[in-house]
């Protein structure tokens, strides 16, 4: 397993994710358990297997420890509750987040840009604001698409059970939606991700809840909840939805620009 060996800085958010450089010399954005944020990491784990499975643009990522005697020296760190494992997520540099870039000339991934779309309404994961996405200029005015934070899944970082049994079913107010729905250039590639996200083996949903670390204290209800909610979802919900967003959102834009 790698290890920490320099802290760069805290970045700026409420889940108080550091920058810090491992022994494999990357930087990693590393998230720590929080009170009060009490699901984050497990949003984020199931989200990320999921999304790296769908073939979706999260950066890579691991479960890191964080050994006592490196967080005891930096101040930032020694208030963080120590839990064995904290989630880190690969550090894509060079990159603007959706406030910083006002008008995108084009999206190179955009044929993923319908698949996060989908995925965000089957998590019901309501945080997709400008600055959950980044962008990678690589060609003047051409942007590469990362998703990031996924901390806000199944409604809040802290639900429970009753939440995530009683998630909403109506579309979401997102801009960042709708910019990306303005890069899709097929309807067809909203119903091509519900058909694979129907298909993905309930074998696999069970084996990424059960590798949630014990002590992020989820406990077996709720990790059964988390399964449930998934398969549920997906059959009749996460369609009616996107037929709602199609119809509310992605046609009107299409409209709009022609
Ligand atoms: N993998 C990453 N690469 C580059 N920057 C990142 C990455 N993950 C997070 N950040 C930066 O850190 C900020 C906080 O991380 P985020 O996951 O959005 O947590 P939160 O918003 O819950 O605090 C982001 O808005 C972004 O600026
Ligand atoms: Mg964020």
Redesign the pocket.
Known sequence: MITPVAFNRTLE?KSNAHLIRFSDGRDYVVKFFQTGFEKTLANEWVAYCLARYLGLPVPYARLVEIPQEFSTHVPELAQMNVTQFQFASIYVPECLDGHQVPTIGSITNHEILAAIIVFDYWLSNR?RTR??ILLHEEEPDHYHLWM??QAEIFGSYNWNLTEIENLPTEIMKSATHQIMASFIEEEQEFFEQIELIQTLPIHLIEEVVALIPEDWEVTREERKAMVSTLVTRRKKVLPEIMHLFIRKIYRPLQVKEN
């Open positions: 958010g945080d600055k959950n990031i934070d």
